[in-house]
Nanobody, 113 residues
Framework: QVQLVESGGGLVQAGGSLRLSCAAS?????????MGWFRQAPGKERELVAT???????NYADSVKGRFSISRDNAKSTIYLQMNSLKPEDTAVYYC??????WGQGTHVTVSS
């Protein structure tokens, strides 16, 4: 079993920045897992934000390219999402995902205009 705990969400003004963290634990967690961030806005489906694989190759949704940056620290079993130039449309619950299967409980991000 793998447990994922997100943190770092909050309320920020448009143009501001936030850094999300996701700490992974569990005896089946592997640093070889592809890790990712997803988000779900009110009334919308969950969507991919960014992923990072074991070779630190990253992938981003077009809507966040150039503004968000995903990274991982395998020694700490933690991934991060640095979010800059935030927009009101980035408001959502952000979820951490491991291996396309395990999910965290989510952290709320609200961007005010």
């Amino acid at each position: 079993q793998v447990q994922l705990v997100e943190s770092g969400g909050g309320l920020v003004q448009a143009g501001g920045s936030l850094r999300l963290s996701c700490a992974a634990s569990g005896r089946t967690f592997s640093r070889y897992y592809v890790m990712g961030w997803f988000r779900q806005a009110p009334g919308k489906e969950r969507e991919l934000v960014a992923t990072i694989n074991s070779r630190f190759i990253t992938n981003y949704a077009d809507s966040v390219k150039g503004r968000f940056s995903i990274s991982r620290d395998n020694a700490k079993s933690t991934i991060y999402l640095q979010m800059n130039s935030l927009k009101p449309e980035d408001t959502a619950v952000y979820y951490c995902n491991a291996a396309g299967y395990y999910w965290g409980q989510g952290t709320h991000v609200t961007v005010s205009s």
